[in-house]
Each structure stands twice: as structure tokens, then as C-alpha cells.
């Protein structure tokens, strides 16, 4: 079955540049979106389409794509941004998720 | 604002079924396809299922095909997933979510989630 790959954690210091990476085979030819899930909520999406950011997520979230890798960057962290965050996509089975990668603000 | 409300959830035995309730508002109900999203605890989301605007195209997991069942009633502006053969491993917090892509398979928003527990 399809997986993408992310890495379990990832941790910064508040102020500092946060990237997390999600690799697939059909990323290139699939877009990619990212939600951000905090303890007891349910997830939110923070980039859709790759690279596109909805109306009420804060302009220092964004996303980018390089072959079958794609990035969520998340520039000057702020301690609320500790979360976890997934990646998602299509394949012809559906949709996958990746596994999940928690950020840790320091 | 647009909100999705999830009920039915519980503890049932393995072997049982349950019926999974996700009540729309705030948009057009009928113009969206609608997926199934669980999460066992402390893990990461899987896709269970969706459905389009009026029901007539259906796709499932391969781990719940043949056990579950999405449907939806426009007037009642409800989604529903009715689960049977439960196992053990059916166990998760199950959310609904919008597809605002017409199919395109992407989730915003989500509901609240509701916890099914499958346990003797």
C-alpha cells in the first residue's frame, strides 16, 4: 500500500524556523495537503494544494514541493504551534496520511 | 460557520454493530462529498470512507469494506456510517469531514470526533 514518510519529531526553539518534510512516489503527480492536530482536538488544515494557506491560518505557515518530497515550514514558531502535524494525499486507493510528526517548541 | 457534529459513538462488543451520525450546518450539505476519518488513540488519522453529494458513488478502506457502510440523507443534512463486525481493532475516535474539493479528497473542516470503543 501506499505510505508517506514523515519524520515522528521535530524540535525548535521559539522564534526559530520549523521544517517538516513528507516523502511519497505520487507526490509529484498528486497534490499534497497538511493539518495541524493538537492534543484532544480534532485536525485543522493548514495547507491545502500544496502550497495554498486558508483564510484564518497565520501567514507563517507555508509549504513547498521538490520532486517527491514536499515541506511545511513554519517560520518564527510560536509555542502554540506545538502540535502534531500530517501530511495527506491521494493514491488510487483513497486517501493516505502520513504517519504524524510532533513538533516540540523548546 | 460551518460545523460538523459527530454522535453515536460508544462501547460495543466485538462482534456488535453501531450506527455513526454527523450532523451538517453552515453549507450546502448536499453539494459535498463527505469522507470517514478515524484515529486510534495516541496514533495517526486513517481514511475509512466517503461518499458523493447524493450518494450514488461509495469507496471504503480496504479494512472496513464488506463491514461498513456510509450513507447519507440530504433532507436531514446527516451523514451516517453504520458499522458491523466489530473487532477489536475497529477501536478509534472517528471523525467526519467536508471535502471541499468535490472529490478531490481533502478534508476542512473536521468534527468534533466521537470515541468508539470495541471491548468485551
Known amino acids: 500500500s501506499y505510505e508517506l514518510t514523515q519524520p515522528p519529531s521535530v524540535s525548535v526553539s521559539p522564534g526559530q524556523t520549523a521544517r517538516i518534510t513528507c516523502s511519497g512516489d505520487t507526490l509529484p503527480k498528486q497534490y499534497a495537503y497538511w493539518y495541524q492536530q493538537k492534543p484532544g482536538q480534532a485536525p485543522v488544515m493548514v495547507i491545502y494544494?500544496?502550497?495554498e494557506r486558508p483564510s484564518g491560518i497565520p501567514e507563517r505557515f507555508s509549504a513547498s514541493s521538490s520532486g517527491t518530497t514536499v515541506t511545511l515550514t513554519i517560520s518564527g514558531v510560536q509555542a502554540e504551534d506545538e502540535a502534531d502535524y500530517y501530511c495527506q494525499s491521494t493514491d488510487s486507493s483513497g486517501p493516505v496520511f502520513g504517519g504524524g510528526t510532533k513538533l516540540t517548541v523548546l | 460557520e460551518v460545523q460538523l457534529v459527530e454522535s453515536g459513538g460508544g462501547l460495543v462488543q466485538p462482534g456488535g454493530s453501531l450506527r455513526l451520525s454527523c450532523a451538517a450546518s453552515g453549507f450546502t450539505f448536499s453539494s459535498h462529498w463527505m469522507h470517514w476519518v478515524r484515529q486510534v488513540p495516541g496514533k495517526g488519522l486513517v481514511w475509512v470512507s466517503r461518499i458523493n453529494g447524493d450518494g450514488s458513488s461509495i469507496r471504503y478502506a480496504d479494512s472496513v469494506k464488506g463491514r461498513f457502510t456510509i450513507s447519507r440523507d440530504n433532507a436531514k443534512n446527516t451523514l451516517y456510517l453504520q458499522m458491523n463486525s466489530l473487532r477489536a481493532e475497529d477501536t478509534a475516535v472517528y471523525y467526519c469531514?467536508?471535502?471541499?474539493?468535490?472529490?478531490?479528497?481533502?478534508?476542512?473542516?473536521w468534527g468534533q470526533g466521537t470515541l468508539v470503543t470495541v471491548s468485551s
Open positions: 494544494k500544496d502550497s
Open positions: 469531514a467536508r471535502d471541499p474539493g468535490s472529490g478531490s479528497s481533502w478534508f476542512d473542516p
